[in-house]
């Protein structure tokens, strides 16, 4: 028990960083009951997750600058994606994702690691409504529906999206991301209770290490700045990949 505990921990302070805490918790749910359905083990996690996260969010937009504008209605949107996400995650095997994942998880890296000044601070690009429109729509429904049925990197990839498409710096990009997944959570946690996929009472004590993990994820990251988790996105992505690759190939 204190092995999953430590790593409720360690997932809630990635996940508050820079996402990825699934691929921590969800592994040690499964090393400690071997005998654990793949659906519990992602449902159990979901319960976990959502408390970290949404004390996460919570922290950044006290102390950083959310675009509320944008966060909620891609928060709103990602709810019923993740759900249908979740609802469809039985009928497409994760044997489909990986290769792709592992693949945009490489790009990502790559590119971070090229553009040193990419993240650092927020630029004056002027962002356009249709813009705006398209990126919420995508965080919301693609990212969202991704979430519910596999969910590595989700994150990560709001991040990128965020930063790349919004010219923000890495630590707003994180408050937004950090929304959007409470509503990708609360979307795919409703469709795992109703299947009764969730066990209810690991979740919970999971929860408590998880929010403080998300706790001290978030304000190290808002003490520390872009470059801090700029260098965290990093080796949480190259974990990712080393993860997926020996689930695909080991």
């Known amino acids: ?88 995650a039985s009928s497409l095997p994760a044997d489909w994702f990986r290769p792709l994942i592992m693949a945009l998880l490489i790009a990502v890296a790559a590119f971070v690691t090229l553009r040193p000044g990419f993240g650092a601070v927020q630029e004056t690009e002027l962002v356009s409504r249709r813009r705006k429109f398209a990126v919420i729509a995508a965080a919301g429904c693609g990212i969202g529906f991704y979430d519910g049925v596999f969910g590595p990197g989700t994150g990560t990839f709001l991040i990128m999206m965020f930063t790349s498409l919004l010219s923000l710096e890495f630590l707003q990009s994180s408050a937004l991301a950090k929304v959007v997944n409470v509503g990708t959570n609360t979307g795919a946690l409703t469709v795992f209770a109703v299947q009764g996929q969730v066990l209810w009472m690991l979740g919970a004590g999971m929860a408590v290490c998880n929010i403080v993990g998300a706790a001290l994820g978030a304000r190290m990251a808002l003490r520390r700045g872009s470059g801090f988790v700029r260098t965290v996105l990093l080796v949480v992505v190259t974990g990712m990949v080393v993860k997926l690759c020996f689930d695909q190939f080991g």
């Open 1 to 88: 028990m204190t092995s999953l505990l430590t790593a409720a921990t360690a997932a809630g302070w990635i996940d508050a960083v820079v996402g990825g805490g699934g691929l921590v918790l969800i592994p040690a749910l499964m090393m400690a009951f071997p005998q654990l359905p793949p659906a519990l083990a992602l449902g159990t996690n979901k319960l976990t997750a959502i408390t970290g996260t949404t004390v996460a969010a919570v922290t950044y937009a006290r102390r950083t600058k959310l675009d509320r504008s944008i966060a909620f209605p891609a928060a709103a949107l990602a709810v019923p994606a993740a759900g249908f996400g979740a609802l469809s």
